[in-house]
T-cell receptor
Framework: TQLLEQSPQFLSIQEGENLTVYCNSS?????LQWYRQEPGEGPVLLVT?????EVKKLKRLTFQFGDARKDSSLHITAAQPGDTGLYLC??????????FGTGTSLTVIP | NAGVTQTPKFQVLKTGQSMTLQCAQD?????MSWYRQDPGMGLRLIHY???????DQGEVPNGYNVSRSTTEDFPLRLLSAAPSQTSVYFC????????????FGSGTRLTVV
């Protein structure tokens, strides 16, 4: 059962453009996390959002948790080639139950 | 700190062979998990452990065994490899409280021929 849907699945943009990646579910999560994965490596945690409506910023990355805690978005401002990678959202359902989305593969072209 | 260390990095097995994927963490994390990552399928949980001596099944446990004799080590055993087990395997650990996130190893790319 795929609880988390990410969109778009693939995204190719020019350096300097802005983009938004979405993570949606019909389930309510106690928290949601975003990871970035580079080729040949494991995912690396970027942020955890816990409160409905919460917004967190990490340099040019802005993360938002939906008011109902069912969805989240990741916005990147002025994308750079170093942002290239696979972005994964993970909903924490109860306790330690993690459900990962299928990911958004981002390519930033110099 | 080394974090989560997985070995080997790459492995090719013949159908029916068995092997153990090694995982060790040095962060004193209580919670450890094994995931497999396949194209279009995301990360799927195979087995997990909430502490030494305690393990449980995840979403896709068939064909795999685990044990947790120490806090640091969490090996994954493939009993009789099948082509369907061709995948990239990730070990991950975390503190046993929500909302701490996972620290992942760098993965093992397994091909079963």
């Amino acid at each position: 059962t795929q609880l988390l849907e990410q969109s778009p699945q693939f995204l190719s943009i020019q350096e300097g453009e802005n983009l938004t990646v979405y993570c949606n579910s019909s389930s309510v999560f106690s928290s949601l996390q975003w990871y970035r994965q580079e080729p040949g490596e494991g995912p690396v945690l970027l942020v955890t959002v816990v409160t409905g409506g919460e917004v967190k910023k990490l340099k040019r990355l802005t993360f938002q948790f939906g008011d109902a805690r069912k969805d989240s978005s990741l916005h990147i401002t002025a994308a750079q080639p170093g942002d290239t990678g696979l972005y994964l959202c993970a909903g924490v359902y109860t306790g330690n139950q993690f459900y990962f989305g299928t990911g958004t593969s981002l390519t930033v072209i110099p | 700190n080394a974090g989560v260390t997985q070995t080997p990095k790459f492995q090719v097995l013949k159908t029916g062979q068995s092997m153990t994927l090694q995982c060790a963490q040095d962060m004193n994390h209580e919670y450890m998990s094994w995931y497999r990552q396949d194209p279009g399928m995301g990360l799927r949980l195979i087995h997990y452990s909430v502490g030494a001596g305690i393990t449980d099944q995840g979403e896709v446990p068939n064909g795999y065994n685990v044990s947790r004799s120490t806090t640091e080590d969490f090996p994954l055993r493939l009993l009789s490899a099948a082509p369907s087990q061709t995948s990239v395997y990730f070990c991950a650990s975390k503190r046993d409280f929500n909302p701490y996130g996972y620290t992942f190893g760098s993965g093992t790319r397994l091909t079963v021929v």
